[in-house]
């Protein structure tokens, strides 16, 4: 069965700290997807990336980066030089090929708060 | 504007007191589902459906009835509401069935409390 862990519960930084995220998750499945989606104050749930199985390359979007490696099942999210507005809670989810988007497993989430 | 839009955003009632979220998404998505998000628990999927008059458990049912008479709306039912549904609940849809690779899109979530 697919398992998404999110072992930092909580993290708490000063602004223009560099924190990282951890993401580890099972699967059988050899095809899957994995998400990271950012969680602020206000209550939505905002889609930040989506990584295939098949590649492992990792991604920088500005400030944030995605670090995927299949050797420990880890999808670890870094965001260098925090900002206050980085605070939110942020959820690993993984979708396997048998089960599509519609079977999308989420970690419990990492609560971050950043500090002026 | 392409979005999820859930009604209402706050709801207070009281034990037993039957109660309906509207869910409903103006982008033709033929997947909708519903999610509970509960501290130290994440997202935990309630129901969900695959097309119009399709649905199908998730992980946490018990308690709670759906309905997808329309592909745009899908409607979360909580027929005798108790205090342990007290929740944040999320609806999401994407394109279509079975796209592994599809991010689900969210509504801003209905904050119930059940007292």
């Known amino acids: 069965a697919q398992k998404v862990t999110q072992a930092q519960t909580e993290i708490s930084v000063v602004e223009k700290e560099d924190v990282t995220l951890d993401c580890v998750y099972e699967?059988?499945?050899?095809?899957?997807?994995l998400f990271w989606y950012k969680q602020p104050p206000s209550g939505e749930l905002v889609f930040l990336i989506r990584?295939?199985?098949?590649?492992?390359q990792n991604e920088i979007s500005g400030r944030y980066s995605w670090n995927f490696q299949k050797s420990t099942s880890s999808f670890n999210f870094t965001i260098t030089a925090s900002q206050v507005v980085d605070s939110a809670v942020y959820f690993c989810?993984?979708?396997?090929?048998?089960?599509?988007?519609?079977?999308?497993?989420f970690g419990k989430g990492t609560k971050l708060t950043v500090n002026p | 504007e392409a979005q999820v839009t859930q009604n209402p955003r706050y709801l207070i009632t009281v034990t037993g007191k039957k109660l309906t979220v509207t869910c409903s998404q103006n982008?033709?998505?033929?997947?909708m589902s519903w999610y509970r998000q509960d501290p130290g628990l994440g997202l935990r999927q309630i129901y969900y459906?695959?097309?119009?008059?399709?649905?199908d458990k998730g992980d946490v049912p018990e308690g709670y009835k759906v309905s997808r008479k329309e592909k745009r709306n899908f409607p979360l039912i909580l027929e005798s509401p108790s205090p342990n549904q007290t929740s944040l609940y999320f609806c999401?849809?994407?394109?279509?069935?079975?796209?592994?690779?599809?991010?689900?899109?969210f509504g801003n979530g209905t904050r119930l409390t059940v007292t």
């Open positions: 989810a993984l979708s396997e090929a048998q089960g599509g988007s519609e079977k999308l497993v």
């Open positions: 699967t059988r499945d050899t095809t899957y997807y």
């Open positions: 990584r295939n199985s098949f590649d492992e």
């Open positions: 999401a849809s994407s394109p279509a069935v079975g796209q592994v690779y599809s991010p689900l899109h």
């Open positions: 982008m033709n998505h033929e997947y």
């Open positions: 459906s695959m097309n119009v008059e399709v649905t």
